[in-house]
């Protein structure tokens, strides 16, 4: 596998309730968000959002601004999400904001949008007492080795982001 060169050129945009077990009891009543393992080949900038239905356009445009090639935003599937409008919200903003990179000639391929299981249903189980579904645990993982082959695929198959080299990343921006 190709690696990255050491400045980050994808920011990834990830639901704290996809892709992780549900919540398990801990003696603050605090649940750690646990992210899932990408295996990116190099630096990838990885936010963590409590939804992605909380991901405003401004955020991907900004991610593009500060230089990044490829955005990615990892959602829970619809019929899992712990808001339940927030993935489809997530699949709307995402729509619009490619016709927002096609207008401004960026190009809407380096937006991607994917979807992995949500814990809403777990974590429903487990608040009444009863066992959560089965773990597919390796349909999980070929699941994010698909998501990061995606994202490598479009990160090889376009020219750098043009912003980054006005200044955006490491140019000199306004960070």
């Known amino acids: 596998m190709e690696t990255l060169n050491e400045h980050p050129a994808i920011t990834l945009f990830v639901c704290a309730n996809c892709a992780r077990p549900g919540k398990i009891a801990s003696s603050s009543r605090r649940t ?3 992210v899932p393992d990408f295996n990116w080949p190099g630096p990838v900038k990885q936010v963590i959002v409590p939804c992605t239905g909380r991901l405003q356009p401004e955020h991907v445009l900004k991610a593009f ?7 990615s935003v990892v959602a829970c599937r619809e019929d899992n999400c712990h808001y339940a409008e927030g993935s489809r919200r997530c699949a709307r903003r995402v729509d619009y904001i490619r016709s927002l990179l096609n207008d401004i000639g960026l190009g809407d391929e380096r937006l991607l949008f994917f979807q992995l299981p949500g814990s809403a249903a777990e974590d429903l189980a487990m608040a009444v007492g009863k066992p959560s579904p089965a773990d597919a645990s390796d ?3 070929a699941q994010i080795e698909s998501i990061r082959d995606e994202a490598m695929k479009v990160l090889h198959a376009y020219p750098p982001n043009p912003l980054r080299a006005l200044g955006g990343a490491n140019g000199g921006g306004d960070e």
């Open 65 to 71: 601004e500060s230089g990044s090639s490829v955005v």
């Open 32 to 34: 750690r968000t646990i």
């Open 139 to 141: 349909s999980l993982k």
